[in-house]
């Protein structure tokens, strides 16, 4: 049996639009700029779960946040992260209508998770694991070992899909086939092969 473990964020979505990262921190009156900076530099630690929301988007605005902006901008996030790529999607679709073994491992808060399990093309997705409910992240080994005994597989009967090597090399080092994501036919190509 072998298992695809697709990414999510600029795999089976589109990467986060510019001016939606613009709209969130003109929402809340903040430079666009300074924002976007603070939203990366403190992202991998609130993937994790070291930091909590609060903690999250106070230090994003680089000041203490409001209980109805924080709910505003975990909305506003969710909403940026919803666009699929159509591409990415189909081959999730044709490998479930074919009953492969599919699961999802992304790098995201809890509360993003929450948002994106709506989703249709996520909610088809048995199998799902998110950094932000595990306390661990990509690329570190134990997320991948963790995603394997979850699985009750062993690594090498899993492909890992993602955009960014680092998290492709750690799934490597894992035991696992690394596929780095390009384009959806570049995939669609790898994945028949």
Same mark, same amino acid.
């Given at each position: ?13 589109? +990467?986060? /639009? ?10 809340? #009156?903040?430079? /666009?700029?300074? =924002? ?9 630690? =609130? ?5 909590? /929301? ?7 605005? *680089?000041? @203490?946040? &409001? ?14 992260? &919803?666009? @699929? ?7 999730? #679709? ?12 992304? #790098?995201? /808060? ?9 989703? +249709? ?13 595990? *306390?661990?992240?990509? @690329? ?14 062993? @690594? ?10 680092? #998290? ?6 894992? *035991? ?9 036919? &570049? ?7």
């Amino acid at each position: 049996m072998t298992w695809i473990v697709f990414d999510y964020g600029s795999v089976l979505s589109l +990467p986060q /639009p510019e001016s939606d990262a613009d709209e969130m921190a003109r929402a809340v #009156n903040t430079d /666009p700029e300074a =924002f976007k900076r603070r939203y990366w530099e403190h992202r991998l630690e =609130f993937d994790r779960a070291s930091l909590t /929301p609060a903690a999250y988007w106070s230090a994003v605005l *680089g000041r @203490p946040a &409001a209980i109805a902006e924080i709910a505003r901008l975990v909305a506003m996030d969710v909403a940026s992260w &919803a666009y @699929p790529d159509e591409g990415t999607v189909a081959i999730l #679709n044709d490998l479930l209508d074919r009953g492969g073994d599919v699961a999802l491992l992304s #790098n995201a /808060p809890a509360c993003v998770a929450d948002g994106l399990d709506g989703l +249709p093309w996520i909610a088809a997705i048995e199998q799902r694991f998110y950094s932000g409910r595990m *306390g661990l992240v990509k @690329p570190d080994r134990e997320i991948f070992d963790r995603l394997a005994a979850e699985l009750d597989a062993d @690594p090498a009967e899993i492909v890992f899909i993602d955009d960014r090597a680092e #998290n492709v090399a750690g799934a490597e080092r894992a *035991g696992m086939t690394g596929v780095r994501f390009t384009s959806a036919e &570049a995939l669609r190509e790898t994945l028949e092969a």
